[in-house]
Nanobody
Framework: DVQLVESGGGSVQARGSLRLSCEFS????????MGWFRQAPGKEREGIAA???????TIANSVKGRFSIAKDTNKNRLDLQMDSLNPEDTGVYYC??????????????????RGQGTQVTVS
């Protein structure tokens, strides 16, 4: 079974930091485009960050300079470091994986393989 399990969400004050982790298993992740997307109440899903099989990274403009993504294949883990958080970053954050030639943050919300999400609240 394909499994992606997020952790690390929570409540934080503005300008604070959080680190989200996604543990993955049961998938050929060596050939996968992986990343994070988020969904805020009443808003569309937004791709945040993506990393392809060669380690190339794309970051959405809305979080560029504040968020970073890293993949540890030895630990089967995908991390999202979030700094300088603001209330507009509040939402449920998901990790996702798929096979796609153009691995970009924009594409991440379209992947069917995703975790259950973790809530991030910034006040």
């Amino acid at each position: 079974d394909v499994q992606l399990v997020e952790s690390g969400g929570g409540s934080v004050q503005a300008r604070g930091s959080l680190r989200l982790s996604c543990e993955f298993s049961g998938y050929t992740y060596s050939s996968a485009c992986m990343g994070w997307f988020r969904q805020a109440p009443g808003k569309e899903r937004e791709g945040i960050a993506a990393i392809d099989t060669r380690g190339r990274i794309t970051i959405a403009n809305s979080v560029k300079g504040r968020f970073s993504i890293a993949k540890d294949t030895n630990k089967n883990r995908l991390d999202l470091q979030m700094d300088s958080l603001n209330p507009e970053d509040t939402g449920v954050y998901y990790c996702a994986a798929g096979v796609l030639t153009m691995c970009t943050a924009f594409a991440i919300p379209s992947f069917a393989n995703r975790g259950q999400g973790t809530q991030v609240t910034v006040s």
